[in-house]
Antibody, heavy 119, light 110 residues
Framework: QVQLEQSGAEVKKPGASVKVSCKAS????????LNWVRQATGQGLEWMGW????????GYAQKFQGRVTMTRDTSISTAYMELSSLTSEDTAVYYC????????????WGQGTLVTVSS | QSALTQPASVSGSPGQSITISCTGT?????????VSWYQQYPGKAPKLMIY???KRPSGVSNRFSGSKSGNTASLTISGLQAEDEAEYYC??????????FGGGTKLTVL
């Protein structure tokens, strides 16, 4: 079965960077895009961007361009999302989600990683 | 990209039907049929319920249905059950390989 296993919770200081990992299993890692979505406490879902694990190509939401980097390591079927220049407004649960194909849906989600930014 | 517009909350009694709307623009919902809906319980990851506006993934109850007209997509849940109480989010392709979510709708089963 498809599983996306994310790294554990992080606590970071303002101005620092955080790197969250997402290990895929149960499907061919390079066959589908991997998206990242975040959710601040009590707030809605916010799409951050995607990576094509096969080519390494990425696409980011305008809000995060210049501050987010998505990478992958195909040898271990793992995708990464690094967010820099953190502020308290980046405190959120970060999810990775597998793209379902060319139809825009996100068909499997990781369990989420809580990133807390606090001085 | 501005978030899609959803009502903050809807409610219904067991057995009834409810509809959640999701309004976008001609740049997202109006231009593409690529609308999906997600169900989220507190503290849990979202779950895909509808994709391509009206298709149900395997395993999702046929009580859930989706539609789209113009710049607005809708999710209808028929035969409401207590277990349907959750937050629901719409999402649309917005061109240039981007996605945009709605603000979410809390469904309360009375």
């Amino acid at each position: 079965q498809v599983q996306l296993e994310q790294s554990g919770a992080e606590v970071k200081k303002p101005g620092a960077s955080v790197k969250v990992s997402c290990k895929a299993s149960g499907y061919s890692f390079t066959s589908n895009d991997l998206n990242w979505v975040r959710q601040a406490t009590g707030q809605g879902l916010e799409w951050m961007g995607w990576i094509n694990p096969n080519s390494g190509n990425t696409g980011y939401a305008q809000k995060f361009q210049g501050r987010v980097t998505m990478t992958r390591d195909t040898s271990i079927s793992t995708a990464y999302m690094e967010l820099s220049s953190l502020t308290s407004e980046d405190t959120a649960v970060y999810y990775c989600a597998k793209g379902g194909g060319d139809d825009g849906q996100l068909d499997y989600w990781g369990q989420g990683t809580l990133v807390t930014v606090s001085s | 990209q501005s978030a899609l517009t959803q009502p903050a909350s809807v409610s219904g009694s067991p057995g009834q039907s409810i509809t959640i709307s999701c309004t976008g623009t001609s740049s997202d919902i109006g231009s593409y049929n690529l609308v999906s809906w997600y169900q989220q319980y507190p503290g849990k990851a979202p779950k895909l319920m509808i994709y391509v506006a009206s298709k149900r993934p395997s395993g999702v109850s046929n009580r859930f249905s989706g539609s789209k007209s113009g710049n607005t997509a809708s999710l209808t849940i028929s035969g409401l059950q207590a277990e349907d109480e959750a937050e629901y989010y719409c999402c649309s392709y917005a061109g240039s390989s981007t996605l945009v979510f709605g603000g979410g709708t809390k469904l309360t089963v009375l």
